[in-house]
């Protein structure tokens, strides 16, 4: 299934060379997940903060489906 990966912040710097503006366009088996995304692109699970799925907050395991819209953001600190 293909799927686009938008990394927002921090994680831009995991994106592909050549890819703009954090988009990524990514092939995935069916029934894979946002983790099974971040796993392909080499983002370890703990920069992830939260997954948003055609705008919606999910679980970074909660299933994908054809044509969605991944938005994978970077946990938010401060002090």
Do not use: C, H, W, Y
């Not at 392909?40 to 703990?46: F, G, N, Q, S, V």
């Amino acid at each position: 299934m293909n799927v686009t990966i938008k990394l927002q912040t921090t994680l831009k710097k995991f994106a592909p060379e050549g890819t703009q503006r954090g988009e990524v366009p990514l092939e995935l088996p069916e029934g894979s997940t946002a983790k099974d995304a971040a796993a392909a692109l080499e983002i370890p699970e703990d920069f992830i903060g939260a997954v948003f799925v055609d705008g919606q907050r999910v679980e970074i395991d909660t299933p994908l489906a054809e044509g969605k819209e991944v938005n994978l953001l970077a946990p938010i600190g401060g002090g």
